[in-house]
Nanobody
Framework: VQLQASGGGLVQAGGSLRLSCAAS????????MAWFRQAPGKEREFVAA??????LYADSVKQRFTIFRDNANNTVDLQMNSLKAEDTAVYFC???????????????????WGQGTLVTVSS
């Protein structure tokens, strides 16, 4: 599975951005798809994920971010609204086999990663 993320950029606080991740695979609909982010000097952290059985968001992005999955086009988007300076990070899309489970928020359980796209929110 190859993942290609796009859509990052510079935005003012309170603004919006939409990230997109395209997957090259014939089994996209069966994959758990997720977004993680990593700020300078910090560990990679969970943002959102979608799989058969559910969708999950980190508490820090609930009500502001929405993950969209398009199985027909093998894409998963992350709509980010009301952006804050603390949302500044490199955002990664990730994929793995399996079902929705308690491990969905942990990066070590993902086999496939995109290259990352930088989101900078100016305050």
């Amino acid at each position: 599975v190859q993942l290609q993320a796009s859509g990052g950029g510079l935005v003012q606080a309170g603004g919006s951005l939409r990230l997109s991740c395209a997957a090259s695979t014939r089994t996209f609909s069966s994959l758990v798809m997720a977004w993680f982010r990593q700020a300078p000097g910090k560990e990679r952290e969970f943002v959102a994920a979608t799989a058969r059985g559910g969708t999950l968001y980190a508490d820090s992005v609930k009500q502001r971010f929405t993950i969209f999955r398009d199985n027909a086009n093998n894409t998963v988007d992350l709509q980010m609204n009301s952006l804050k300076a603390e949302d500044t990070a490199v955002y990664f899309c990730a994929a793995r086999q399996g079902a929705f489970s308690h491990t969905i928020r942990y990066p070590r359980y993902y086999n496939y990663w995109g290259q990352g796209t930088l989101v900078t929110v100016s305050s």
